[in-house]
């Protein structure tokens, strides 16, 4: 389950179900609108903030989803599976509008640019990816951690891009 909470008295807000088995991560929509969960069981769900409504099931992933991003602007979802792959979907209809592969193992975690043109992955193969959005292009592999990279964060202005790995480093890459 998710389980929304009131920030400023810490009293629960709703409990989201639907997932056959544990959520790994979830990302709240910059307007508050939209909340995505990745889980285990394979899919990622959408769901309406206000009223708690599950929107959308994101099936196709052959692995747990690991990870899970919303675009600020454009209405997208990223996600990231044990599978090797990421994809990218619409919000509004949850379509599937790209699959991203070249990593040789689980993709850990996902992140868009900050103007929702770029999206970052990474995985335990230690690279880190960069994608166009609107096509689903490769764009560029960094290159540098020595083990799983399982953290990404993008830089409010879109320039820099964070990253965690295992081997026990951030690194800061210019994008």
């Known amino acids: 389950t998710v389980r ?11 409990t989201l179900s639907g997932h056959a088995a544990p959520v790994y991560q979830v ?11 990745a889980s285990e069981d394979g899919t990622a769900r959408l769901w309406r903030v206000r009223d708690a409504a599950m929107l959308h099931t994101l099936r196709g992933h052959a692995g747990p989803v690991y990870g899970v991003a919303l675009a600020r602007a454009g209405g997208l979802v990223g996600t990231a599976s044990d599978d090797g792959l990421a994809r990218i979907w619409r919000a509004r209809d ?3 509008l790209h699959v991203l592969s070249g990593h040789t193992d689980g ?7 900050p103007d929702g043109r770029t999206l970052a992955t990474c995985s335990r193969d230690a690279t880190v990816r960069l994608w166009r959005v609107r096509d689903g292009q490769p764009l560029r592999i960094l290159r540098g951690h020595t083990l799983s990279v399982g953290g990404l964060e993008f830089h409010p202005g879109g320039e820099l891009l964070a990253s965690r790995s295992e081997d026990a480093t951030v690194r800061l890459w210019r994008v």
């Open 4 to 14: 929304l909470w009131q920030a400023r008295d810490g009293q629960p807000l709703y």
């Open 27 to 37: 990302a709240l929509s910059a307007d508050g609108e939209l909340l995505a969960s």
């Open 94 to 96: 949850g379509e599937l």
């Open 107 to 113: 993709v850990c975690a996902v992140a868009f640019s």
